[in-house]
């Protein structure tokens, strides 16, 4: 009979290694991670962290399939550094979810590569560290008020929302070291050439203005926070609507 599951590495489990010491998925994962954050995704292949773990690749794939499975787990292992909201306070959960979603944005931006990734992730969804998040995240919209599917919804959004303006910040720090300036040396360098370009734009132009001699990061952290108030802010009124039809 045909095996129809997804292919994912978490479909199967971890093999022994006949090589001493022997070499294990976790080995071979933390040494990606390694790779990944000195490098970037683009310096990842199996014979580069094979040559790091003094192995062949062939030794890697008795482990990991494929570079598809590595990236799985490479992303479920960074997923495992997000502080899961805790549950037990219903009417704490704003607070809740506002520190976990800070935590994925920082765990992002720690590893900025990832955003170029979470496309290739496979089921990476299905991994113990992204599982336990969900659960928690889930766990806490449901104790708030929300239906189990409601809360998944409410889950997709805050996860859209901190990945989609972490996304942005990544590309942006990325630029930034590769440029060896430090954020408000670039952000001055840029100005001229900024107010050139909006000069025929007059809202533009005003916020250009106002921002200039700034905070580069300060406005960052702001308009993080400002916009996760706003997504919080929809899913309270939700709870609130949905409390009122049960009235």
């Not at 390694?34 to 580069?48: F, H, P, Q, T």
């Not at 113990?128 to 998040?133: A, E, G, I, Q, T």
């Not at 203005?209 to 406005?219: L, M, T, V």
Request: hydrophobic share 45%.
């Amino acid at each position: 009979m045909a095996d129809d599951r997804v292919p994912s590495v978490w479909m199967r489990p971890g093999r022994q290694s006949r090589e001493q010491p022997a070499l294990n998925r976790a080995q071979i994962v933390a040494a990606a991670l390694d790779l990944l954050d000195a490098e970037g995704v683009d310096a990842l292949s199996m014979r580069k962290l094979g040559a790091r773990l003094q192995a062949g690749a062939t030794s890697l794939y008795t482990h990991v399939a494929t570079k598809s499975e590595l990236i799985e787990l490479v992303v479920d292992e960074v997923y495992g550094e997000v502080e899961a909201p805790r549950t037990g306070d219903p009417d704490g959960w704003r607070a809740a979810v506002a520190r976990c979603a800070a935590s994925m944005r920082a765990t992002i931006l720690r590893h900025p590569w990832i955003v170029s990734v979470l496309g290739e992730a496979g089921v990476a969804y299905l991994g113990p560290n992204m599982s336990r998040l969900s659960e928690a995240m889930l766990a806490v919209f449901e104790e708030a008020g929300l239906s189990l599917e409601a809360a998944d919804q409410a889950v997709n959004t805050v996860v859209a929302y901190v990945v989609g303006i972490s996304a942005s910040e990544a590309a942006w720090l990325a630029t930034l070291a590769r440029s060896g300036r430090s954020e408000q040396e670039w952000a001055e360098r840029l100005w001229p050439s900024a107010e050139q370009a909006v000069r025929d734009h007059p809202r533009l132009r005003a916020l250009y203005a106002a921002r200039r001699g700034r905070d580069p990061r300060g406005d960052r952290d702001g308009a993080f926070a400002t916009g996760l108030d706003c997504v919080l802010q929809g899913l309270t009124a939700r709870l609130a609507g949905q409390e009122a039809n049960q009235v």
